[in-house]
């Protein structure tokens, strides 16, 4: 992932110089240098897509990449109760994250594990996490192989070229269930002839050809859904896009549980604090939260902090 990150090094210096340039001010407090250096460890470390637009956390796979951990590691405690939660709860978790996630993403994400359920029904953490990582990171590839399905089941010429746009979304082109071509699929060997030369081509991320191989393999025939299916319960891809621990330690993060035992040690009040509220119901509402404002600068507090005057009576009367 930090190779990836290394390609793309003119994605994030361009950024980092709009962060400058709109927080020059907050900037100049602690040096241009320290700037630099804290927004490209952010960067290693992965923290840099937090609360930043849908833009920016899906410009590269490195970002992408990261988003989906920072996804698991907040929300892994969902996964750990045993909740079960509708697309539009996990809508919220992501917005959560990224203000102006976009619903449709999260909605191709659910029909994955829904299949013809309706995407109103309950989900594992797990099963939607493995399904939306596919689903996000491989997005674009997958809307082309979605327009390369609709075209076998059609009978299309096979060298048609597939240009999909962004109303190719699988689920509006998904045939009427009463098709008997949606119960059959298609062929898998031409199916892999067709995704073979797209990945030859493709641009954006793809599964590593040698697995989706090994996938269609195994069956005759198959479904498109049947397909993102197998790809999102795949190990071999798990691995390969390094973002997701396997299945069986989803719900342990070391790093992270010594971090909150840190935490707990160190602020006097909060493991009451943590007790009450877990107390209270801690889902997301069935209503979209209303999209907040992007990412502002880390360092904004300490402009903050500078020009207190040491009184918090005032901040506390007009919170409350």
Same mark, same amino acid.
């Given at each position: 992932?930090?190779?990836?990150? =290394?390609?793309? #090094?003119? *994605?994030?210096? +361009?950024?980092? #110089?709009?962060?400058?340039?709109?927080?020059?001010?907050?900037? &100049?407090?602690?040096?241009?240098?320290?700037?630099?250096?804290?927004?490209?460890?952010? /960067?290693? !470390?992965?923290?840099?897509?937090? $609360?930043? +637009?849908?833009?920016?956390?899906?410009?590269?796979?490195?970002?992408?990449?990261?988003?989906?951990?920072? $996804?698991?590691?907040?929300?892994?405690?969902?996964?750990?109760?045993?909740?079960?939660?509708?697309?539009?709860?996990?809508?919220?978790?992501? =917005?959560?994250?990224?203000?102006?996630?976009?619903?449709?993403?999260?909605?191709?994400?659910?029909?994955?594990?829904?299949?013809?359920?309706?995407?109103?029904?309950?989900?594992?953490?797990?099963?939607?996490?493995?399904?939306?990582?596919? !689903?996000?990171?491989?997005? +674009?590839?997958?809307?082309?192989?979605?327009?390369?399905?609709?075209?076998?089941? @059609?009978?299309?010429?096979?060298?048609?070229?597939? /240009?999909? *746009?962004?109303?190719?979304?699988?689920? %509006? !082109?998904?045939?009427?269930?009463?098709?008997?071509?949606?119960?059959?699929? /298609?062929?898998?060997?031409?199916?892999?002839? %067709?995704?073979?030369?797209?990945?030859?081509?493709?641009?954006?991320?793809?599964?590593?050809?040698?697995? /989706?191989?090994?996938?269609? @393999?195994?069956?005759?025939?198959?479904?498109?859904? &049947?397909?993102?299916?197998?790809?999102?319960?795949?190990? &071999?891809?798990?691995?390969?896009?390094?973002?997701?621990?396997?299945?069986?330690?989803?719900?342990?993060?070391?790093?992270?549980?010594?971090?909150?035992?840190?935490?707990? #040690? =160190? #602020?006097? &009040?909060?493991?009451?604090?943590?007790?009450?509220? @877990?107390?209270?119901?801690?889902?997301? @509402?069935?209503?979209?939260? %209303?999209?907040?404002?992007?990412?502002?600068?880390?360092?904004?507090?300490?402009?903050?902090?500078?020009?207190?005057?040491?009184? *918090?009576?005032?901040?506390?009367?007009?919170?409350?």
């Amino acid at each position: 992932m930090l190779w990836d990150a =290394q390609r793309h #090094v003119l *994605t994030y210096m +361009e950024d980092a #110089v709009c962060q400058l340039l709109e927080n020059k001010e907050d900037i &100049g407090q602690y040096g241009i240098a320290r700037f630099f250096t804290e927004y490209f460890n952010s /960067v290693c !470390q992965g923290t840099h897509i937090l $609360f930043r +637009e849908f833009s920016f956390i899906q410009a590269t796979p490195h970002n992408r990449a990261s988003f989906l951990r920072a $996804f698991w590691r907040c929300f892994r405690t969902v996964g750990k109760n045993g909740d079960l939660l509708t697309m539009r709860e996990y809508h919220c978790l992501l =917005q959560l994250l990224c203000p102006d996630f976009p619903l449709e993403l999260t909605q191709k994400a659910a029909r994955i594990v829904l299949m013809d359920d309706a995407m109103d029904c309950l989900m594992s953490f797990s099963d939607f996490l493995f399904a939306f990582q596919i !689903q996000f990171y491989y997005s +674009e590839f997958l809307d082309s192989v979605a327009a390369i399905y609709q075209d076998l089941l @059609s009978g299309k010429n096979p060298n048609t070229v597939i /240009v999909p *746009t962004s109303s190719s979304g699988q689920h %509006r !082109q998904r045939p009427a269930l009463g098709d008997a071509g949606v119960l059959d699929g /298609v062929e898998a060997a031409l199916f892999y002839q %067709r995704l073979e030369n797209l990945c030859d081509r493709h641009k954006y991320s793809c599964p590593p050809p040698a697995l /989706v191989r090994e996938i269609l @393999s195994n069956v005759q025939r198959l479904t498109f859904y &049947g397909f993102l299916v197998a790809l999102s319960k795949h190990h &071999g891809i798990n691995q390969a896009l390094g973002a997701l621990p396997d299945k069986g330690d989803l719900m342990h993060d070391p790093a992270m549980d010594e971090e909150l035992e840190r935490l707990l #040690v =160190q #602020v006097p &009040g909060l493991v009451n604090s943590i007790i009450a509220t @877990s107390e209270a119901s801690c889902l997301p @509402s069935r209503t979209p939260p %209303r999209v907040g404002s992007p990412w502002k600068p880390l360092h904004r507090s300490r402009k903050l902090d500078a020009e207190s005057d040491g009184s *918090t009576e005032e901040t506390d009367e007009s919170e409350t």
